[in-house]
């Protein structure tokens, strides 16, 4: 059985959202001159010249940024319900969840001082 | 069967068949990027099937963890090791896959007989729905304390070992740069680092 | 048997993703392929606990709970284990699984 409210209009939107990329290619496929050539195939870098191949080997730095992120990310999803249920908890809950930050803030540190929110 | 039922089952076979085919697809195909990003789509999948069974929060986790960190994860991941080098092939490669292929469809028959023949007892409570994220948070704080404060241990415990792991040819690169910050081009720091290197 | 949502399509629909996800982690040979394996196993055993909690328990949703468990430990396995595959590239210049085998007699 469904319970959930709203999210009829959720499909809805779900549904026109998926229509519009159709309709701009399929428009597009239409419309346009159909030639090809060696100039058409090169990858489109907002008019300079593409340099190198689109898959390269990233800067590790990303990877930094991409792992401190999700960490916290996970952190959100901790922290969202105490939020909304926080009328219901007590004080005790308030210090239960500092306690958590509290925990992460040190892992936010260690990744300060090693130098991985750092892009130098 | 009225309409509402109706959207519900063809959203269910709609998602069933996206997520499946998806599946298939991250651990068939030959390019890992095109997995990646069909590993993606499995994960909103799998979102939409969490709104149909009633949790909106989750499933917002879901796109939020999934498709929005980890995917993104192992996206660079695989940029990072990109070397698109065709692997040495081994004997008998085929043999192993066909006895996994029977193998993992010896499981499947096995899990799908044992959930037809499980009587479920299914419950007749309310659904709490909308309520759900509430109770999510009292649970938190009530009977999963222990498990939500070692949560966030394991989560600063990830984030250390995969710094230290992660790190090895980044500090070297980080030095090398520094002596290449020397000659900036805002002229306080040229003067300030000039002086300090000149011996 | 009424064409309605059902529990039953949920817990095979489950089962099939963990089949696939234990056919790629045992035949692949890229190590982030197996990660992204691990990944399809632990969305499997989501996918049971959300069914689990809408049709056995849906007043106190406990299975959600859990659900929000798996997805941390799942999200910090992937940073874990990302930087274990890199540091093994920079080690041995290779993702093969076959390559892998210092520990094997």
Redesign the interface.
Known sequence: ??VLSGYEYFLGFLLICGLVPVLALGASQILRPKRSGVERRTTYESGMEPIGAAWIQFN?RY?MFS?VF??F??ET??LYPWAVAFSKLGLLAFIEALIFIAILVVGLVYAWRKGALEWS | ?NIA?GV??VS?AVL?LM??GA??G??LLNN?VY??FL?GL??IS?SG??I????G??AA??VL??VG??NV??L???M??N?R?P??P?RSAWL??VA??V???G??AL??TM??ATP????T????GDG?LV??GL??FSD?LL?FEL?SV??L???I???V??R??YLPDELEEETVLTLPERPRELTSSGSRSNP | M????Q???????A??????????L?????A??V???I??LL?AV??NL??F??????????G??F???V??????????G??????I??NR????M?QFNLLKW
């Open positions: 059985m469904f590790i990877y792992l999700v960490i990310d996970v999803v901790f | 069967m039922d519900q089952v269910f069933a997520m499946l599946a298939l991250v651990v890992i997995s990646a590993l499995v994960f799998i099937l969490y149909l069974l009633n949790a929060f989750v986790a879901q963890i999934y960190a980890v994860l192992i660079f991941g695989i990072l090791v070397k080098q692997f040495a081994v192993s896959k996994t292929a193998v993992c469809l499981i499947f899990l799908g959930v037809l479920w007892q299914l419950s409570e309310a659904i709490a759900a109770k999510i649970h938190f999963f498990p949560a394991l989560l415990m990830a984030l070992g995969a710094i792991l992660a090895r040819e | 009424q064409l309605l949502m529990l039953q399509y949920f817990l095979l629909l089962a099939a993703l963990f089949c696939i996800g234990i056919y790629g045992v035949t692949s040979r890229n982030i392929r990660l992204m394996s990944e399809l969305n989501n996918l959300m069914a909690s809408n049709f056995l328990d849906p007043a106190e949703v406990r959600q709970v659900t929000v468990f997805i941390t430990i799942a999200a910090a396995e992937a940073a874990v990302l930087a274990i595959v890199l540091s590239y920079r210049d290779t993702v093969d076959e």
